[in-house]
T-cell receptor
Framework: DTEVTQTPKHLVMGMTNKKSLKCEQH?????MYWYKQKAKKPPELMFV???????INESVPSRFSPECPNSSLLNLHLHALQPEDSALYLC???????????FGQGTRLTVV | GESVGLHLPTLSVQEGDNSIINCAYS??????FIWYKQESGKGPQFIID?????DKRQGQRVTVLLNKTVKHLSLQIAATQPGDSAVYFC?????????FGAGTQVVVTP
């Protein structure tokens, strides 16, 4: 199994809502990542987890809150988002940080 | 930090021709590079990687060349096919994180 599964595929939320994005991998990878991608732009790194601990936070606003409940799961909790947060959110995993990463298909988020 | 840039934002290629996508990097300490392909509506997909102790690596229809002297990478796609239409990124996964350059849109024309 070389898949990274993200749910939901699409999400529309209001600025006062609280929602969560989920990511799952069963490759035994110990590094997991969240990226944000706007249209016609490269993915921008948000968070890196290594061995279930947050190792990198790229100065992401606190309205985005990551969580790694176990080595296979990664969540991104969303609260009080702004319309400019609308983007494709990508999850990835790799054997270790700095090795080849496998990406999920992303969650297309629209904030209204 | 790492600066990764691509020379051409869009590359139009006729089907059957070879494609060459270029990538420059700034950190001479980068010792590992990955090329990703991203099709519309999908996540990036690994194509090929290369370590700094190599100058060239070949895969199926793809070749990556690394010139450490001028800090330049290129991805060559042989006999470009319609399925090669995508955005291509080079990424050095340094310092425990994978950061992408601007990307090159490859458009394959019949």
């Amino acid at each position: 199994d070389t898949e990274v599964t993200q749910t939901p595929k699409h999400l529309v939320m209001g600025m006062t809502n609280k929602k969560s994005l989920k990511c799952e991998q069963h490759m035994g990878h110990r590094a997991m990542y969240w990226y944000k991608q706007k249209a016609k732009k490269p993915p921008e790194l948000m968070f890196v987890y290594s061995y279930e601990k947050l190792s990198i936070n790229e100065s992401v606003p606190s309205r985005f809150s990551p969580e790694c409940p176990n080595s296979s799961l990664l969540n991104l909790h969303l609260h009080a988002l702004q319309p400019e947060d609308s983007a494709l959110y990508l999850c990835a995993s790799s054997q270790e940080t700095g090795s080849e990463a496998f990406f999920g298909q992303g969650t297309r988020l629209t904030v209204v | 930090g790492e600066s990764v840039g691509l020379h051409l934002p869009t590359l139009s290629v006729q089907e059957g021709d070879n494609s060459i996508i270029n990538c420059a990097y700034s950190n001479s300490a980068s010792d590992y590079f990955i090329w990703y392909k991203q099709e519309s509506g999908k996540g990036p997909q690994f194509i090929i990687d290369i370590r700094s102790n190599m100058d060239k690596r070949q895969g199926q229809r793809v070749t990556v060349l690394l010139n450490k002297t001028v800090k330049h990478l290129s991805l060559q796609i042989a006999a470009t096919q319609p399925g090669d239409s995508a955005v291509y990124f080079c990424a050095p996964p340094g310092w425990g994180k994978l950061q992408f350059g601007a990307g090159t849109q490859v458009v394959v024309t019949p």
